[in-house]
Each structure stands twice: as C-alpha cells, then as structure tokens.
C-alpha cells in the first residue's frame, strides 16, 4: 500500500515511514526538504499519485495565532483538495487530546479548525489525538520557566514515548477508516509538579501495561522515554543545554 506521510522528517513522521517500510508498504516521507509542501501545493499532486493513505503529522513553524491558523487551515485545505483529485481513500491527521477544552490557546483553535475542515470533506478520515511525547518534556520545563521560577499547572500528564505515537498512528494508518476520533495516551498519569522538581519520576510498584500489546517490550520502551526525558531534564535545569517550544519540534512544518 503506497502511504504519503506529510511531515516525514519529523519525530513522529521519521519513525512513521520506517515502520510502514519495515512493514512492507510503500511509504512516502513528504515535506519541504523532498520538494513537497502542504502550504504552498508544490509537489503535493505529484506525491499522491497513487496513495491509499496520506498521514498529516506537520506542524506550523511559527507559534504566533494568525500564522498557525493560517498554516493548519492553508495546508490542510490543499491536502484534502489533492488527495480528492488523487483518489485517496483515508486522510489520517495527528492532533492532541483535549484540543476543544484548550481554545484560549492559538494552536488548539488553529487544531480545532483543522479537525473541522477534515470532518467536513468527502474523504474517510482518522483523527488521532496523542497525549504530550516524553520527548518534550524539558521543553515543556523550559517554556514554562522565567529566571529562577518554573510555573507549572497542577493537572496531569500521561504521556507516550514519541516511538509509541508513531506505532498507533501506523496502525491506525493501514486500517480502515473510522470517520471520527481516536485517543491514545501513555499507561500512566503523573503530575508535572512531581516529575519536573525531582528532575526524574519513578512509581513505586507501577505495572506499565498498554492494553492488547507485549506489555513487557512496550514497558521498557516507555521507560527509557521517561528517564531520557528526565535526564535531559535534569541537564537544562544545571543550564547544559537550551530549549525550544514544547510542540513546536515535534512534527515537521509540511
């Protein structure tokens, strides 16, 4: 099956392709660097050609509220529109969980309205809504710190190791269409108070299961996520690295 992963350099989408190669499929890393871009159209007709599935995991290069609308709007406006002239028969996009509860924030309305434009098309369509990547833990550390102080919310996080996303999207992908939303999140809540003051989180007695998985493997990759998260958390905190926004990286720009 010929897959077009748009953002295919990116954390998520990088990994994406190499599964669904691994699996046997032909997947296509689509962004800017291999002349294709969701924002402008350029390569985007040629890209399709022949695709069953086309995987949206970019992101908007800039954080500032009209440009991010602009990007999500723009890019996925001409998605849908070559993928109708292409004949592809699932459009899947990543987004994050809880995006209509976080509206006071450009990205999740710039999110939200994407989510509108695709439920709105003629194509079957998945949408997926990951909880926040351990990869980015320290970026949301670093966001969030002024001078000496690190403001925090009190809520709590669940996240998943960026190699787990990319699996569930891959799964997801080769699938049928659902023509709705799926959620998926990491085993375990904890708070960011607790995990980002001690600079490394460790439950006691924690069973780190995912349900209908080899628990034992996916433990372990969720583990080395959480403690290379901490780790380099623990690192920005001693001023040995900088940091950028918490989301920004996480997908490629399209």
Known sequence: MKIVVIGG????????????????????????NSGVNSLTGEGL??????????????NSPSWEDAAVMKFFETSTRN????????????HVALSVVGTERLLASGFFRAKMAQETLIKGSSIPYTIIRATQFFEFVKGIADFSTEGNKVRLPTALIQPMAADDVASAVGRIATG??????????GPEKFGRTQGFARGCYRPEGALLRYRGEREDARSRRWRSARRDA?????????????????????????
Do not use: C, W
Request: charged share 20%; no cysteine; proline share 4%.
């Open 79 to 90: 998605l849908l529109a070559y993928e109708a002239a292409a004949g592809v028969g699932h």
């Open 176 to 185: 049928s269409p659902v023509n709705g939303t799926v959620e998926v999140g």
């Open 45 to 58: 007709a040629e890209a399709l050609k022949g695709a069953s599935v086309v995987v949206d995991v970019t």
């Open 230 to 254: 901490f780790r380099n958390l623990a690192h920005s905190v001693r001023g040995e690295s900088g940091g950028g926004h918490p989301l920004m990286d996480a997908t490629d720009s399209g």
């Open 9 to 32: 350099s990116g954390l998520i989408g990088s990994r994406l392709v190499s599964k669904l190669r691994e699996q046997g499929h032909e997947a296509v890393a689509a962004s800017p």
